[in-house]
Every structure is written in structure tokens, then in C-alpha cells.
Nanobody, 124 residues
Framework: QVHLVESGGGLVQAGGSLRLSCAASGRTFSSYAMGWFRQAPGKEREFVAAISWTGGTTYAEDSVKGRFTISRDNAKNAVYLQMNNLKPEDTAVYSC?????????????????WGQGTQVTVSI
């Protein structure tokens, strides 16, 4: 059983920064890729960023490239999302997820465990 818990969300002004954390249970955390997704009100969940099992490969959605950085610490069973230069359109519930394999993907269907999410609100 895998349990994922996100933290670090909150209210921030446009241009500000937040760092999201995702704590994972389970001894096999380091064997799997991890991803961050977000869902804004009235919209479908969308891919934000993903990272391979070693951390050596990362992907990011085009709108967050250059602003968001995904990283992981396998010794701490944790994955992070550093978000800089936040914009109002980044407002959403952000969730971390564990991929079915070791390499990152952008497809929701390739992730099998999900956290409950943390709210990020960016004000003008």
C-alpha cells in the first residue's frame, strides 16, 4: 500500500513562490517515477511535471517550464515542486502521484497512487 500526502500549498500573490512537498510511504518509493498534477475549478486534471526514479529525467508542461521545478529525495521518500513566478492561472489543487513504472510520463492513466491534494491560490 502506498500513501501520498501533499503539503506546502497556500495563498500567494502573483509573482510569488511556493514549494510543494509530497511525502510517500512504502519501501519501493525510489523505484518509481513521480508526478505532479493540478485541477482548477471546472476543469479537468492536467499534468504539471514528472520525474524519473533516479531524478535524472524530468518533464514539465509547457506553461510551467522555466517557472516550476520538480525534484525528489529518495532517502526521505519525498518529491517536491518548486513554483516560482506564480500566476493567477496556476490556481488549482495540486496532487502528487506515483507512476506505474520507473520513467516519467504525462498521462494520468499511467499513475496508480494519488494524494489528496493541496490548494494553491494565486491572487492578482
Amino acid at each position: 500500500q502506498v500513501h501520498l500526502v501533499e503539503s506546502g500549498g497556500g495563498l500567494v500573490q502573483a509573482g510569488g513562490s511556493l514549494r510543494l512537498s509530497c511525502a510517500a510511504s512504502g519501501r519501493t518509493f525510489s523505484s518509481y517515477a513521480m508526478g505532479w498534477f493540478r485541477q482548477a475549478p471546472g476543469k479537468e486534471r492536467e499534468f504539471v511535471a514528472a520525474i524519473s526514479w533516479t531524478g535524472g529525467t524530468t518533464y514539465a508542461e509547457d506553461s510551467v517550464k522555466g517557472r516550476f521545478t520538480i525534484s525528489r529525495d529518495n532517502a526521505k521518500n519525498a518529491v517536491y515542486l518548486q513554483m516560482n513566478n506564480l500566476k493567477p492561472e496556476d490556481t488549482a489543487v495540486y496532487s502528487c502521484a506515483r507512476a506505474r513504472g520507473a520513467f516519467p510520463t504525462t498521462s494520468i492513466e499511467t499513475y496508480d497512487y494519488w494524494g489528496q491534494g493541496t490548494q494553491v491560490t494565486v491572487s492578482i
